[in-house]
């Protein structure tokens, strides 16, 4: 309950004080300090469930597999409802307008980076990245610079970085982020460079006329507080069933697969990994949700961390959903030499890592 | 009144819809809620997150599927 006094202090200085407000900083206070005590009890009570009350031995698989659920299923649900709700708060400062107010004007290779770092923190479904393209587009914003925001958007997003911080800690996550953020950078830049802009449907840039304005909606903190709360709902309510799953399969993994055994088939040792894990990766479509976890469970029995990675990286960044969504304002050939290259960047990042590692 | 509903057909599309559809309803009011799927329809809209809410001809809400009573409060003046 530690950090209820900071979130009590926090209210009185608070900028907004109708009781709605007031009330909401409390629960949300409330919830934060629930949150934090269930944290700290979730392993001893894994362990204590698994060996106690199922009474299984603590040194069968079936107890190994048990608890490993038990305790990564609370975890990574309660790190998804923190995080999800912070990026929740902070998205409801970036809109798709505002992002293409900010990239609009901008040159190429400036323009690929913010791009890239801006698809991480705009709400983004897949499901709009038509109307997102064409607004992007109809401002003048290069091809290169907003395919660098297709290609982050959906590849570093945040449930995707829970996972990876959760089940492999911060730096796996934090290389998964910087390098995702490269491919995305590098990729749209080089597609940027080769002119592909006749590979567009020609309506596209025919049609362009109307950069509509929209009223920005205003919202206070608390307004915004109850954006994440929105977000947390919508997005944890919509990949938990995905997260039970995926660690499901990885908590039988963990028990049942004998160590090393995938060593040899998805180890350092073994060059056409990387390739193969890339290759049934991106006709796979799984959100990270349900991925991650195996991911896990098959790192742990052997297998190299830059393989894992590019499957990673192939099964979220490049969705043949997507794919066939963006086929309404992309001739094919574009669509294939998007696929190329990025898939060309997963290669790189997965050898790059099985040779240092 | 003239209620629209912008979207490419994904299953937030359709539950705006229905929300919208709903709330008409609840309000007595007899209009069809008009579903805009064309996207170059949608573009002239200058949407860039669907689904949208269109309300007389103006954009009142996008990417995100309003409940029921909220778009009761819209719709009522």
């Given amino acids: 309950m530690s950090a209820t006094p900071q979130e009590v202090a926090a209210t009185a200085r608070g900028p907004e004080s109708d009781p709605r407000s007031v009330r909401l900083y409390g629960l949300l206070g409330i919830a934060l300090g629930l949150w934090v005590a269930l944290y700290l009890v979730i392993q001893p009570a894994a362990n204590l469930l698994t060996h106690r009350v199922l009474g299984l031995d ?45 990239l609009s004007g901008k040159r190429e290779s400036a323009g690929n980076v913010l791009a890239a770092l801006l698809g991480v923190v705009t709400p983004f479904c897949s499901c709009s990245a038509v109307p997102l393209f064409l607004g992007f587009v109809e401002v003048g914003i290069p091809l290169g610079v907003t395919l660098s925001f297709l290609i982050s958007a959906p590849m570093v997003n945040e449930v995707a970085l829970v996972l990876l911080f959760g089940l492999f800690g911060w730096k796996v996550a934090a290389i998964y982020m910087g390098t995702g953020l490269a491919i995305a950078v590098l990729a749209g830049w080089i597609l940027g460079r080769l002119k592909l802009e006749r590979w567009v449907e020609g309506w596209v840039y025919e049609s362009m006329a109307s950069a509509g304005t929209i009223e920005e909606e205003r919202l206070n903190f608390a307004d915004r507080l109850r954006k994440g709360i929105e977000a947390v709902r919508e997005i944890v309510g919509k990949v938990w069933p995905y997260v039970l799953a995926g660690i499901a399969v990885g908590a039988g993994v963990h028990g049942y697969v004998p160590e090393g055994l995938l060593a040899g088939i998805m180890g350092k040792g073994a060059w056409w990994s990387v390739p193969l894990a890339v290759a049934i990766g991106v006709p ?74 | 009144m003239r209620i629209q509903v912008l979207g490419t057909g994904c299953a937030k599309c359709k539950t705006l819809t229905a929300n919208a559809e709903q709330a008409a309803r609840e309000l007595g009011l007899d209009v069809k809620v008009e579903k805009v799927e064309d996207i170059k329809e949608i573009m002239k809209f200058g949407v860039m997150s669907t689904p949208a809410l269109v309300l007389d001809g103006k954009v009142r809400a996008t990417g995100k599927v309003l409940p029921p009573k909220a778009i009761k409060e819209m719709l009522s003046p």
């Fill in chain 1, 58 to 102: 603590p040194a069968t698989r079936l107890a190994s597999a048990v608890a490993f659920f038990l305790f990564e299923v609370p975890k990574v649900l309660l790190l998804l409802v923190l995080v999800v709700f912070g990026v929740g708060v902070v998205r409801s400062f970036f809109t798709p307008e505002r992002t293409r107010a900010i």
């Fill in chain 1, 284 to 357: 796979m479509y799984s959100n990270a949700a349900g991925i991650i976890p195996v991911v896990q469970a098959l790192l742990e029995k052997g297998a190299a961390l830059g393989t894992v990675l590019a499957f990673m990286m192939s099964v979220i960044g490049l969705s043949l959903p997507e794919m066939i969504i963006l086929r309404k304002v992309l001739r094919p050939k574009l669509i294939a030499t998007f696929v190329g290259i990025v898939a060309a960047g997963i290669l790189v990042v997965g050898y790059l890592f099985n040779a240092i590692f």
